[in-house]
Structures are given as C-alpha cells and as structure tokens.
C-alpha cells in the first residue's frame, strides 16, 4: 500500500497490527524513500489512536540501534493499561535486514511475533531501506501491511500540497 493509501484510511478502516513504512517504487528521477510521508502518517495514526492525556500509557517509541529485538517484542505483548489499543514505534529498523531470522538469532523472538502479533498493539516499524528477500520484510507483510513512502511525482505532489494546506487551515 502507498502512503497516501494509508493516510486515507486512517480513521475509516481498522489498522493492521503491524505498519512497516519503507521504500517503494519511485517516479523516473525520484527517490526511493521520503521520510515526509512517514513522518505525516505516523503523525495522522498518532493523532487519531493516541488519547492526549493517556498518551504516557499507549505510546511508546523505539530505536533499533539502541535496544534488542526481544525488549520491543515484550513490550509489544503487555497488554494496554485503560486503553484500547498501545502504539508502538521503532525506527531505524532498516537495522534488521542485516540480522538473519534463522532460530537462534536476536531477530528471532521478532520475526515470531510479527507472524502473529497481538490485536492489542499497533506496531509501527520506519525502515529507509530494506530488502523484499529477507524473513523480516515477509513477515511484516504477513502479520501486517507495508507502506511504500517514495518521493511523488510532480502532479501527486501538488495534490498532496493542496491537501495538507487545507488540512492545516
């Protein structure tokens, strides 16, 4: 699914229980990955599953550098404390595509959990690059959806100008 996709659907359609934004397939002469377009979604997600005043219970965010792969799978399966659903966010985790899948490996507890996450969390995972081979891309998409942020071309570009301009006033 594109971002833009996402963006539409935010607050219309359950979200999957697991979000993997990553590069997609770019325009001629454009980029890969626009981290805008992640950064606006996970805003929109944020803003609509996120309660203001229960946000220090239900979100929490994530480096992939900083901390193992079991911490977030732990956190990811503690049920949410009066609220519905947690949020989740790991970034930089283009990191696991160099980590193998294979049982043994720090990856594994992840890859397991991706395969059925839990109906109680969201879990939003930002790589800027990944690989469509790996255990960790297909069990993202198994367990939920990815959503390809490339740069837009010129005239969906405008579009979405527009759209952000009227949506902020």
């Not at 990553?22 to 377009?37: D, M, Q, S, T, Y």
């Not at 992640?38 to 997600?45: C, L, Q, T, V, Y």
């Not at 367990?143 to 949506?167: K, M």
Request: charged residues 25%; proline residues 8%.
């Amino acid at each position: 699914m594109h971002a833009n996709e996402l963006l539409d659907q935010i607050g219309k359609k359950p979200l999957p229980p697991v979000l993997l934004f990553a590069p997609g397939a770019a325009p001629f002469g454009k980029e890969p990955w626009e981290p805008a377009l992640a950064e606006r979604a996970i805003e929109r997600i944020i803003a609509t599953h996120v309660d203001p005043g229960m946000r220090d219970l239900c979100l929490s965010s994530f480096h992939a550098d900083e901390c193992k792969p079991g911490e977030i799978v732990m956190e990811a399966q503690t049920l949410p404390f009066l609220v519905e659903r947690r949020v989740l966010i790991v970034r930089s985790a283009s990191r696991y595509n160099a980590m193998s899948g294979e049982k043994g490996s720090p990856l594994a507890p992840l890859i397991a959990y991706l395969e059925a996450p839990s109906d109680t969390t969201l879990l939003i995972l930002i790589a800027d690059n990944v690989d469509k081979r790996k255990k960790f891309y297909k069990a993202c998409q198994k367990g939920g959806a990815i959503v390809e942020c490339p740069q837009l071309d010129d005239r969906a570009l405008t579009t979405w100008i527009r759209s952000e301009v009227q949506n902020r006033g």
